[in-house]
């Protein structure tokens, strides 16, 4: 996978895999379930290593992009390929926020059952009209501020 490729990924939000099929933004391949056992909201897709695209189940619309820059669990794959304008795979909050300005939305860090522990918190991004008029990037850190992934996610789901 490739900037262009996440690029278009993320325009397509909102939309269903079929019609991310049919336009070609999107290769077939197995939606699998988030949980096991039980119902599940959400199915998910993993186009590459490092790379998990999440699903409303009751939809199949695309509701998320998570890129796995640095695992939080051993053995998890992280993604290595190119990475949409500005984002790098070396980032850090606050070359974040030099780069783009105070989030609209953030979280400090937060302690988290083992084996992820203490993470960093998170800042979000609207992207905008030019992007996409209904999603935000959310930044991942880890407890030294070093940046952990990216979610692009829509802002408003039309769901709870």
């Known amino acids: 996978m490739d900037a262009v490729t996440i690029n278009r990924l993320v325009r397509g939000l ?20 988030l949980f096991k056992e039980g119902e599940n909201e959400d199915l998910i897709q993993k186009p590459a290593p490092g790379i998990e695209l999440w699903f409303w189940a009751e939809t199949k619309r695309l509701e998320r992009i998570v890129i796995t820059l640095s695992t939080l669990i051993e053995g998890d794959p992280i993604y ?5 304008t500005p984002f790098t795979h070396r980032m ?25 522990g203490v993470t960093g918190g998170w800042d979000a991004y609207r992207l905008g009209k030019t992007v996409h ?10 407890g030294d501020k070093s940046a952990s992934g990216l979610a692009f996610r829509l802002i408003n789901k039309g769901h709870n």
């Open 80 to 84: 290595t390929g190119e990475l949409p």
């Open 14 to 33: 909102g939309r269903t895999y079929s019609e991310l099929l049919a336009d070609g933004r999107l290769h077939e391949g197995a939606l699998a379930p």
């Open 133 to 142: 008029p209904n999603a935000e990037v959310a930044i991942q850190f880890l």
């Open 92 to 116: 850090d909050q606050a070359g974040v926020r030099a780069l783009l300005g105070e989030p609209y939305r953030s979280k400090g860090p937060a302690k988290l059952p083992p084996p992820i």
